[in-house]
């Protein structure tokens, strides 16, 4: 089944963030897709503020490659960003299957580098600008 969701402006972030949690659930491994500038870590911040996530501990991992943040009920949220990442070897030297194995929530940004990694469940999720600014998130189930 093919799902999207539309948010005219950031206004829309929080809301557009429960609707997704919401469809997903049950899903662990969300990779997404986006251009530069897209709202990529944007909007992975408004998940991790929806799970309840301190939002000041939610960064863009580009350069530790993996944040580790606790949601409200204690368990881990994993947010990896694989845009400096040029070769597999380098996501599964920082363990990469110990976290997609976990079964905890696993968001990631960049994932077309490491895409021969990713397991068959993961969930691939497209994030599009729209001329007036707007976001629209679409993914398969």
């Known amino acids: 089944m093919q799902h999207s969701l539309m948010m005219k402006d950031l206004s829309e972030i929080d809301s557009a963030a ?25 909007f992975i911040k408004a998940l991790c503020r929806c799970l309840g996530v ?5 960064s863009s991992p580009t350069f530790a490659i993996v944040n580790e943040y606790a949601a ?21 030297d920082i363990g990469l299957y110990d976290y ?8 990631i940004e960049w994932p077309e580098n490491i895409a021969s990694l990713l ?20 993914w398969q189930d």
């Open 18 to 42: 429960r609707e997704f949690l919401r469809l997903v659930s049950g899903r662990s491994i969300v990779a997404f897709h986006a251009p530069m500038g897209a709202g990529k870590t944007t």
């Open 54 to 58: 301190d939002s000041d501990a939610v």
């Open 72 to 92: 409200g009920t204690g368990e881990p949220v994993y947010h990896f960003d694989f845009y400096r990442i040029s070769r597999d070897e380098e996501a599964l």
């Open 100 to 107: 997609l194995d976990s079964g905890f929530l696993c968001l």
């Open 119 to 138: 397991p068959e469940e993961t969930l691939s999720v497209d994030i599009s600008v729209g001329g007036d600014g707007s976001r629209t998130l679409s």
